[in-house]
């Protein structure tokens, strides 16, 4: 279990052991990922914007005033009277009024000679036929300027949101793996860059989707989304630390290191209020010279240290440990040592015969010569005589 103290002794020390490199890495992650703005932040002030310049007060709806010069060319259906200043209208006039009038009765600049004038142009029936065109032509320019305007807006809108998804996401994901990286040695500037090198389709993917998940969940009254801040919070360190996982696998997995650390993160958050305070009386110095990267450092302290909690190589320097160190109570004597008692011999247990010499065998026959002759032997045939005979 991470101590909130233990996680700001080591941002400390870690933004000490590279001070200046962590001030620019806080510096990019404000002013081109905006912190913790995402896109639900930048939407929502969008559609605020435009919600509060639909928006009119009941019962007060401002009119321009007429002059002299509306609709010179037509000769308007509105005019200011000369003698009372006073707005004659074409529905309060009987029948003699609304007769056409002589052309010199009418003032439009005051000038009597350039009054004269206009009278007498309006008083040819093609110059009133040509005015009436351009009335006409004025209302479709009108109208197409309004849809080029939009159209305008609309590519504007398309492009910073190419940008968002694909050059601030990743960029943010980088900002976080440095600080990160920080905790455990000195991290360089190159790791700003990690979104693009380690994975930038999951990078800005991951982003992405974090980004509108926050979104409709801020619909939802606002505190929703904000819970749900918590849920993703460890999903940029995941992305580039963790290549192996997926853009939607990286959420689940922030959401399961920031179960029952939510409240935690959130008081961890309220800790820095004090320095908060300061960085608005300092016109916000202090905030970008040292409350922002000491924020950055404390929050890639604690992903260290849900990382180490909540995989198999745990670190126990951030669990939970006594504030004093006592020894053991010594455990009780080991009982003496006692011979095993002996086993029962077999019932019954023969001991072998002695061991005797064999006895001696008897002679062996005498050998006989198998070409020896013997007595049951017929005697050889005999012969008288020489051979010869």
Same mark, same amino acid.
């Given at each position: 279990m991470w101590k909130r103290r233990e996680l700001k002794r080591r941002a400390r020390r870690a933004l000490k052991s590279n001070y200046w490199r962590c001030v620019l890495a806080a510096l990019v992650l404000a002013m081109f990922c905006g912190g913790s703005?995402?896109?639900?932040?930048?939407?929502?002030?969008?559609?605020?914007?435009?919600? =509060? %310049?639909? @928006? *009119?007060?009941?019962?007060?709806?401002?009119?321009? #005033?007429?002059?002299?010069?509306?609709?010179?060319?037509?000769?308007?259906?509105?005019?200011?009277?000369?003698?009372?200043?006073?707005?004659?209208?074409? =529905? %309060?006039? @009987? *029948?003699?009024?609304?007769?056409?009038?002589?052309? #010199?009765d009418v003032e439009f600049t005051g000038n009597p000679d350039l009054d004269e004038a206009i009278n007498e142009m309006m008083a040819v029936p093609q110059l009133s036929g040509l005015a009436e065109a351009l009335s006409d032509l004025d209302q479709n320019v009108f109208l197409i300027i309004g849809i080029i305007v939009l159209g305008v807006l609309a590519l504007i809108m398309l492009v910073s949101l190419l940008v968002h998804i694909f050059i601030i996401n990743p960029l943010s994901v980088g900002c976080h793996y440095f600080f990160a990286h920080n905790s455990e040695e000195k991290a360089p500037l190159g790791d700003l860059a990690a979104g693009f090198d380690h994975g930038f389709g999951r990078a800005a993917k991951g982003m992405f989707l974090t980004d509108l998940f926050l979104f409709f969940w801020t619909l939802l009254f606002i505190i929703p989304g904000i819970i749900k801040s918590y849920s993703y919070r460890m999903v940029p360190y995941i992305l580039a630390d963790q290549p192996e996982l997926g853009a939607l696998a990286a959420i689940k997995r922030s959401r399961q290191m920031m179960k029952g650390n939510k409240w935690r993160a959130f008081v961890l958050d309220l800790s820095f209020i004090l320095w908060y305070l300061l960085s608005f009386l300092t016109l916000g110095i202090v905030h970008f010279f040292y409350v922002r990267p000491y924020v950055q450092a404390t929050n890639g302290e604690l992903y260290q240290a849900l990382k180490a909690g909540n995989g198999p190589d745990a670190d126990p320097f951030y669990d939970s440990e006594p504030e004093t160190y006592d020894d053991p109570t010594p455990d009780a004597a080991p009982a003496p040592y006692a011979e095993p008692a002996p086993s029962d011999a077999p019932a019954s247990y023969a001991e072998p015969a002695p061991y005797s010499e064999p006895a001696p065998s008897s002679e062996p026959a005498p050998y006989a010569d198998p070409w020896a002759s013997s007595a049951a032997d017929p005697a050889p045939d005999t012969f008288e005589g020489s051979p010869e005979e």
């Open positions: 703005i995402g896109l639900s932040g930048c939407i929502g002030a969008s559609c605020g914007s435009a919600a =509060a %310049g639909l @928006t *009119a007060v009941p019962g007060q709806v401002d009119v321009p #005033a007429p002059t002299e010069s509306t609709d010179l060319l037509t000769g308007g259906n509105t005019l200011i009277s000369p003698a009372d200043d006073s707005l004659i209208s074409p =529905a %309060g006039k @009987t *029948a003699e009024d609304a007769a056409p009038a002589d052309a #010199a």
